[in-house]
């Protein structure tokens, strides 16, 4: 224990001599929390801008804009042509605009069926999306309504109207995020990334500066020549502070901030714990496997970013090509989307995701694989620069 301590206290000092550590893990991580959960503290967006181009002016017009300025995701924008309204979508004033032919309302009540237009600007995915399916909805209603009016006139009762116009009943059941929040659906794995990130970037950056600046070899005499003990000293402090952003962070998530958890806040933090220390151990076996600092950190913002991709959370793993979804076990971020699935959504406990734990501990036996070459290149203070 005693060369352990002495290596904690040279790295307290290193701490006091660079504040990049600290900025560089608490203050991008308090950041980055306060950024996303601030962004999306109103979960789903709201009141996007959707132009209206009423060439028509009929009482169905008025009332088809009036019905969709009501939804909770349209903010309706009026438009006396359609060359202003075009220009406004392409410098992103606008994430839709709807174009009302004229005539549209005797089209309907002459049986001609009326074309109406409607334009997306899918480059901002999600408010295109949104105002797509909301503008969608209300196509769908009012050709409803007009249905409706029609089958009254010819004297079929409400009953049958209804058979008619809807002839499926839609049940459906949003389970684990009833409100359709983004930010319960996002946040819960995509601030754990991020803190993945930070632990994997800072762990090949503290293990590597020793190389680059020379000192690795004074490193290896304060731990009295042990590699393990030099890691263990080193790194100890660092797993200290992931370890209390990990915990803070879901205890924010689903204790302070009450996001929808049907398990424990506690499985939950083992499960935040067991993160940190797949990734400590990654980033230890890539400063190992690339014994070249500014290589090893460009591999390891690589490896985390894409690790956003194949987690699953986006885009369901399922419907990748095969090749891709055997590449997502090597990222310890898919584990634990799939394990924070299995507490928060099923609350299964231990049982339901003991096996993604065990896939988590086994990166931990990466390091030991290639620690021989960092410690000889500790010992003889080789820095490969290219």
Same mark, same amino acid.
């Given at each position: ?9 040279? !790295? ?21 929390? $306060?950024?996303?959960?601030? #962004?999306?503290? /109103?979960?789903?967006?709201? /009141?996007?801008? $959707?132009? $209206?181009?009423?060439? /028509? ?22 438009? +006396? ?15 839709? #605009? ?26 901002? #995915? ?44 839609? +049940? ?18 995509? &601030? ?60 924010? &998530? ?63 793993? !399922? ?30 406990? #231990? ?23 960092? !410690? ?9 620069? /290219?």
């Amino acid at each position: 224990m005693k060369e352990i301590l002495q290596v904690l206290r040279r !790295e307290i000092r290193i701490f006091r001599q660079r504040p990049i550590y600290i900025l560089a893990s608490v203050g991008v991580m308090v950041f980055n929390t $306060v950024f996303y959960l601030s #962004f999306m503290q /109103d979960g789903l967006p709201h /009141d996007l801008p $959707v132009g $209206v181009v009423d060439c /028509d002016r009929s009482s169905t017009s008025r009332s088809f804009c009036q019905q969709l300025d009501a939804t909770q995701q349209g903010a309706v924008v009026y438009y +006396d042509d359609i060359h202003q309204a075009r220009h406004d979508m392409q410098t992103g004033r606008l994430t839709a #605009f709807v174009v009302i032919p004229e005539g549209f309302n005797d089209d309907i009540q002459a049986n001609r069926q009326p074309h109406l237009g409607y334009y997306v600007n899918s480059l901002y #995915f999600v408010g295109g999306a949104l105002s797509y399916g909301n503008i969608v909805t209300m196509v769908n209603l009012t050709n409803g309504a007009v249905q409706r009016q029609v089958l009254r006139a010819k004297g079929v009762n409400e009953r049958e109207i209804l058979a008619r116009i809807q002839p499926i009943v839609l +049940d459906a059941h949003q389970i684990g995020n009833t409100t359709t929040n983004y930010g319960v659906y996002l946040n819960g794995v995509l &601030l754990p990334g991020v803190l993945e990130m930070i632990v994997i970037l800072i762990t090949v950056y503290a293990v590597g500066s020793e190389l680059k600046y020379g000192t690795s070899r004074h490193l290896m005499q304060t731990a009295g020549g042990s590699m393990g003990k030099a890691l263990l000293g080193k790194l100890l402090p660092y797993s200290l502070i992931f370890t209390v952003l990990g915990i803070s962070l879901e205890l924010i &998530l689903y204790h302070w901030l009450h996001y929808p958890i049907r398990g424990s806040v506690g499985w939950m933090c083992l499960a935040i714990l067991l993160l940190v220390a797949a990734a400590q151990a990654i980033g230890l076996f890539i400063i190992e496997l690339i014994p070249n600092l500014r290589l090893a950190i460009s591999v390891s913002a690589i490896f985390s970013v894409f690790a956003f991709s194949v987690a699953g959370f986006t885009l369901p793993v !399922e419907a990748m090509p095969a090749g891709i979804r055997g590449i997502g076990e090597i990222f310890p971020l898919r584990h634990y989307y799939l394990l924070s699935v299995q507490e928060t959504i099923w609350g299964s406990g #231990f049982a339901g995701w003991w096996q993604e734990a065990v896939h988590l501990l086994i990166f931990l036996l990466l390091p030991p694989v290639l620690l021989r070459r960092l !410690e000889e290149a500790y010992v003889n203070e080789r820095y490969e620069r /290219d």
